[in-house]
């Protein structure tokens, strides 16, 4: 039998090109087997654009000083100025306005010296006032107290004409009986009468007069009292009249700072570049066109000393970033090639660093965060590298395995948190 070969068997054996193909398969799936437990760089991909990171030297406008009409531009679109370089002169419309400014200048002068005179005068007026409050009170309180040992004698001596007057009574009147028994004298009893009549005369005049000091001694007080309220609202109207006169050298003085700034506009007809930078745009070209105060002149960037990225990453994923990350990044315009799983197969893209991120997000669902170029990957020169141009950026975290990363993309799981390893320092760059 083994000498016969049947045409069926043949037919049934397997053909080597299928046998190569299946061989090629199976490599292959092992091949794909072995890269799922390749090293695979986990990153957070971020869009942005480049700025400067110091937000006084960001592009602005540089404002019309005064009103008026732009008479010469000293410079032209694109051109890099220096601080205090003239950019462009402006002609106000009023030729008499310089004029005007000095002679308000000098009448607020003139006020100003004329209201402070006013207040040493009123101060004077205090100062003078208060002076004779205090001798008026003065001379009052020697008064009162006056009067008042007066009647603190007056009724010592009251007590001495009242004890006198008692004794003088009862005299009179056992000289009376004497007299009606005839044991004294007629004579006797006149003159117990008659020193009756003059105790009790002078101890009801030392009355009368006790009356009247203590009356006395009222109308001083009175006459104190209305004297210190006149004085005192006599001081306090001075005071206010003082205050208000220190206001008005207040608004006065105001004014004078008001129109020196003025004045100090209109002589500074002169725009010029407030720091070294370049004229972008020459926004007003119409020589005939009134200007305000205000108006925009001139787009300036001023030259930037430090360049970063600011790039917007989504919420999901800025738990997981922080300060110090390195990051790859590509800019617009430059060929690049960059997989964002092996960071060493790259080209075209320039290295990085987290340097701050926002603390709160101004767009829903994004945060933004500055990165910052490395020593050692320095990027673009500024002529080459111009401000505003886009970039997308890899921050780099964990490296996982590529089955792990496929398992978290399908599961949407977000990436791991940096361990540490990859923290980098300021100093090191």
């Not at 054996?13 to 760089?41: C, D, G, N, Y």
């Not at 006797?188 to 002078?202: F, H, I, P, V």
């Not at 000091?213 to 109207?237: A, R, T, V």
């Not at 990350?325 to 320039?350: D, E, K, N």
Request: charge should be neutral; glycine fraction near 4%.
């Amino acid at each position: 039998m083994n000498n016969y070969q049947f045409k069926s068997v043949q037919d049934l054996e397997i053909h080597s090109l299928i046998k190569k193909i299946t061989l090629f398969t199976f490599l292959i799936f092992l091949a794909i087997l072995a890269m799922l437990f390749l090293p695979w760089q986990q990153t957070v991909t971020g869009y942005g654009k480049l700025i400067a990171y110091d937000p006084s030297q960001r592009d602005y406008a540089i404002l019309s000083t005064v009103n008026g009409f732009v008479e010469k531009y000293f410079v032209q679109e694109n051109e890099f100025v220096k601080k205090g370089q003239p950019l462009c002169q402006i002609v106000d419309k009023d030729q008499n306005l310089s004029q005007r400014f000095v002679e308000q200048e000098q009448l607020l002068l003139k006020q100003q010296i004329s209201t402070q005179e006013q207040i040493e005068i009123v101060k004077s007026q205090i100062v003078s006032l208060k002076l004779y409050y205090q001798n008026g009170l003065k001379i009052y309180d020697t008064k009162l107290e006056q009067s008042k040992q007066k009647i603190e004698s007056l009724h010592l001596q009251n007590e001495a004409m009242k004890k006198d007057f008692i004794i003088q009574e009862n005299q009179y009147k056992r000289m009376e009986s004497l007299k009606d028994i005839g044991i004294e004298s007629l004579r006797s009893y006149e003159k117990a009468k008659n020193e009756y009549l003059r105790s009790k005369m002078m101890y009801e005049k030392n009355g009368i007069d006790i009356s009247i000091e203590e009356k006395n001694y009222h109308i001083l007080d009175d006459e104190k009292l209305k004297f210190s309220n006149k004085s005192e609202n006599s001081i306090g109207q001075l005071e206010r009249n003082l205050l208000q006169t220190k206001v008005s050298l207040k608004n006065i003085n105001t004014s004078i700072v008001s129109l020196k700034s003025k004045s100090e506009s209109y002589s500074s007809r002169v725009i010029k570049a407030p720091k070294d930078g370049i004229v972008v745009r020459i926004l007003q070209n119409d020589i005939n066109k009134l200007l305000k105060e205000g108006d925009k002149l001139i787009h300036f960037a001023p030259k930037v000393s430090q360049r970063s990225i600011l790039l917007k990453v989504s919420d999901f994923n800025m738990p997981l970033i922080k300060e110090n990350l390195p990051v790859r990044i590509m800019f617009y315009g430059w060929p690049a090639m960059q997989i964002s799983g092996w960071p060493t197969i790259s080209y075209g893209t320039f290295g990085g660093y987290v340097k701050s991120v926002e603390p709160l997000t101004h767009e829903e669902g994004a945060y933004y965060l500055h990165v910052f170029e490395t020593k050692d990957e320095p990027w673009p020169d500024e002529n080459v590298l111009k401000l505003g141009t886009k970039a997308v950026a890899w921050i780099r975290l964990e490296t996982v395995s590529i089955w792990y990363q496929i398992w978290r993309y399908i599961n949407a799981m977000p990436p791991n948190m940096p361990s540490g390893g990859l923290e980098y320092h300021e100093q090191n760059y």
